[in-house]
């Protein structure tokens, strides 16, 4: 009865210990299109926005490359925004940045994206930097319970419709202008005639 007494005691004191620690989170990494009504000919733009929601550490840099399929639009270039050096420089073709101090709010712009469509159809776009200590991933400040290093991997479909088509002018529209130009040709007659 003992030993059974003590097996049930070890597993609940390690189970109030798995417990007790404390839960880690982890950043989440999103592409977000500033409109997702695109047309073939239109230039867009995609945030690339990092929640590091409870992670309650300091962003240092993040690196990552852009990938893209299909070929319905191309990628033209990047802006890293307000808060981030841009350290591209270091690693091209990758979109990298850093800030000293750090920035630890949640939902932070890293990077915003430019395509222009050029076909109907849907293609993909990929932001990939998998932790590499050095260039890729994000960095966060150190601390005794994480590493601080952790990878950007987020991906996002595109639709790009057709062009929309300009209205046909109704019969009526067409019979208005007709009687306008008819009226105008025989203002312009009365004049000849009387002068």
Known sequence: MSKCFLRIFIGSLLLVGLMSLPAQAFPTVSLNLMDTDIYVGENFDMQV???????NLELLSFGFDVNTTGS???YDGYKVETGFDDDSFWVPPAV???AFPGIADDNVLLAT???TALDVGTGSVEALGLTDNLFYGLAYEMDPVTTGW?????SRDIK???APVAPVPEPATIILIGTGLAGLAGFKRK???QG
């Open 49 to 55: 926005l990092v929640d590091g929601d409870n992670i």
């Open 72 to 74: 319905v639009f191309t």
């Open 96 to 98: 990298a940045g850093s």
């Open 113 to 115: 994206l430019s395509f």
């Open 150 to 154: 952790y990878d950007i991997d987020a």
């Open 160 to 162: 790009i419709k057709s």
């Open 191 to 193: 004049r000849k005639n």
